[in-house]
């Protein structure tokens, strides 16, 4: 489904904050695999993201996506089959608009169509059938402002766009990472049941390495710009500390990230 080959990426280049990300990396990625993707401060898995995504060009190296190859793809072109969902909850909505006008965009943006006002009774029994499934009401109120959701609801309903249309990949950057506790546990459920239900193939960053363990089917661990530990099968009975120990040996230091959660 994706694939990456020997992907160069370097920020500031030719100035004094030269900072080499990324040095010749290799990914593959198999069509419904579901990754957590854990690493310390600054590995590059936001950047790793982005430029899947198409938010900053590669120095060098291929973005293949479902055998099309994508390296040159403007962002806009890559959101018609990329779903993305980031931290912050005001992001993937426009609050002034309702919650059905908001699916209406994702529809006809994941459609590569332009923006339809009208919304018509197919539709709009799509996004009911849909939004009942996040289990949070939100189907009996179609025609609220989104600006007046809480942010649990805005992320639900932010995961929903992006998946109204099952898209070839999901990124999720830490996007339950700024929701209380409680809320972060409905969002996780309610992420990994779309995920499941649609097979979708994803990459979801965590700082949780609870949740890295207990959601997906494979395990990748960066640090400094590499891969270290991409496992799948061993993640069945893998502890938090037994991964802990895995990167220590691999790479010789301890794991350092500030926001690192344990359980
Ligand atoms: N837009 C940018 N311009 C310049 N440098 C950047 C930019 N984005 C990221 N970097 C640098 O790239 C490196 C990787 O950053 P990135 O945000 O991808 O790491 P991360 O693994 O997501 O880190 P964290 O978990 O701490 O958020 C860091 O050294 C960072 O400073």
Do not use: W
């Not at 990914?27 to 936001?46: H, M, Q, R, Y």
Request: charged content about 20%.
């Amino acid at each position: 489904m994706l694939k990456l080959n020997n992907i160069c990426k370097v920020f500031n280049k030719n100035t004094v904050n030269e900072n080499k990300v990324f040095e010749n990396l290799d990914l593959e990625i198999k069509d419904g695999d579901f990754i957590t993707l854990v690493g310390s401060n600054g590995a590059g898995k936001s950047t790793l993201l982005n430029l899947i995504a198409g938010v900053f060009p590669v120095e060098s190296g291929t973005i293949i996506v479902d055998n099309t190859d994508v390296t040159l793809f403007p962002e806009y072109k890559r959101a018609c089959f990329i779903g993305r969902v980031f931290q912050n909850p005001l992001l993937g909505t426009a609050p002034s608009m309702t919650i059905e006008e908001n699916l209406s965009l994702a529809y006809s943006k994941s459609q590569g169509m332009k923006l339809k006002m009208g919304i018509n009774k197919k539709n709009r029994e799509l996004f009911k059938n849909r939004l009942s499934e996040l289990g949070l009401g939100l189907e009996n109120r179609l025609k609220t402002k989104v600006g007046l959701l809480s942010g649990g609801q805005r992320q639900a309903l932010t995961l929903l766009m992006a998946t109204l249309v099952k898209p070839k990949l999901l990124l999720l950057d830490e996007h339950t990472a700024a929701l209380d506790p409680r809320t972060a546990s409905i969002i996780n459920n309610i992420t990994n049941k779309i995920i499941e239900n649609n097979n979708l193939t994803t990459i979801m960053v965590t700082h949780n390495l609870e949740h890295a363990l207990i959601f997906g089917n494979r395990l990748i661990m960066m640090h400094q710009g590499k891969i270290i530990l991409d496992i799948r099968e061993e993640k069945h009975g893998m502890t938090v500390q037994k991964l802990l120990n895995m990167f220590n040996k691999v790479n010789g230091s301890e794991f350092v990230d500030d926001r690192v959660m344990l359980a």
